[in-house]
């Protein structure tokens, strides 16, 4: 079992679909992170919860939403997306989100979105 | 702005064939430099973390080395295995929100 779980592992929507991705964390860390990553393109955070508090990258647009009911899950909410949003959504999740030795963020293998 | 720019994008080898990838940075206060991997379709696999100047790390045929502006992944007699998307992100003791990521070295070690 890997440290990080995502699901599902594939998703195609419409634009004015609702869906979710869940992750869930067995390495019992207290940071957990979205990412997006586009071709060409670097991974980008997209929102960083800590015990459950978010910590919001103001560039994400509102249909994104993201969720974190507990330390060890993080959901993010699909709403109208675009068809630019298409792209692999990483949940990652670290023992805490400070920036000491030894803070590695560990990624689970990813949600491939595809928006039609 | 924090900046990781890796290069080349892309490195095509034959097995056997050693040779060295290039992370600059641009990082403010880095606290850590991190090296990882990405199969196709997966998500990426960690593999080192360098923390200071003259740091290096190993594991199997990678090194990992670490200077004041740039990190290099070094690959001794690689094997078609390690074909993957090498990727180099760093992490500043300021925001401490995440990792900066650069858009990674495409690797293809030909039998």
């Known amino acids: 079992e890997t440290g990080v779980t995502q699901t599902p592992r594939h998703l195609v929507m419409g634009m004015t679909n609702k869906k979710s991705l869940k992750c869930e964390q067995h390495?019992?860390?207290?940071?957990m992170y979205w990412y997006k990553q586009s071709a060409k393109k670097p991974l980008e955070l997209m929102f960083v919860y800590s015990l459950e508090e978010r910590v919001e990258n103001n560039s994400v647009p509102s249909r994104f939403s993201p969720e974190c009911p507990n330390s060890s899950h993080l959901f993010l909410h699909l709403h109208t997306l675009q068809p630019e949003d298409s792209a692999l959504y990483l949940c990652?999740?670290?023992?805490?989100?400070?920036?000491?030795?030894?803070?590695?963020?560990?990624f689970g293998e990813g949600s491939w979105l595809t928006v039609v | 702005e924090d900046q990781v720019t890796q290069s080349p994008e892309a490195l095509r080898l034959q097995e056997g064939e050693s040779s060295s990838l290039n992370c600059s940075y641009t990082?403010?206060?880095?606290?850590?430099l991190f090296w990882y991997r990405q199969d196709p379709g997966k998500g990426p696999e960690f593999l080192f973390t360098?923390?200071?100047a003259g740091e290096e790390k190993e594991k199997e045929r990678l090194k990992a080395t670490l200077t004041k502006k740039e990190s290099f992944l070094h690959i001794t007699a690689p094997k078609p295995e390690d074909s993957a998307t090498y990727l180099c992100a760093g992490i500043s003791g300021g925001g401490a929100d995440g990792l900066t990521f650069g858009k990674g070295t495409h690797l293809i070690i030909q039998p």
């Open positions: 990652a999740s670290s023992q805490s989100r400070s920036a000491y030795s030894g803070n590695t963020i560990y």
């Open positions: 360098l923390y200071s």
């Open positions: 390495l019992g860390h207290n940071a």
């Open positions: 990082v403010s206060g880095l606290r850590g």
